[in-house]
């Protein structure tokens, strides 16, 4: 079982920055491909950005790209997604996903492919 907790949201301004970071349990952290979706209200949950294990491939959504980072630290059990230029319509829950079958340098895009999820925290834009 992996637990997944993130923690960074919060209340913004548009044009502003927010760091979101999400701690694993367990001892295999290093072997799953992460992302990070986001689900605004009345709208299905989208990924805004993935990463494989060594971080060597990354995936970003087209509205987000350029201006969100994902990394993470393999160390700390952690990945983060540092978000630049906020927009109102970046407004949402944003979840931590892990992909515990994702193979070694391969960055899952596929939504539903992702088994172990957070509980989400709330970013707000405003304009």
């Known amino acids: 079982q992996v637990q997944l907790v993130e923690s960074g949201g919060g209340l913004v301004q548009a044009g502003g920055s927010l760091r979101l970071s999400c701690v694993a349990s367990?001892?295999?952290?290093?072997?799953?491909?992460m992302g990070w979706s986001r689900q605004a209200p009345g709208k299905e949950r989208e990924l805004v950005a993935a990463l494989s294990w060594t971080g060597g491939s990354a995936y970003y959504a087209d509205s987000v790209k350029g201006r969100f980072t994902i990394s993470r630290d393999n160390a700390k059990n952690t990945v983060y997604l540092q978000m630049n230029n906020l927009k109102p319509e970046d407004t949402a829950v944003y979840y931590c996903?892990?992909?515990?079958?994702?193979?070694?340098?391969?960055?899952?895009?596929?939504?539903?492919?992702?088994?172990?999820w957070g509980q989400g925290t709330q970013v707000t834009v405003s304009s």
């Open positions: 996903a892990a992909d515990s079958f994702a193979r070694r340098d391969v960055v899952d895009v596929v939504l539903y492919d992702y088994d172990y």
């Open positions: 367990g001892r295999t952290f290093s072997r799953y491909a």
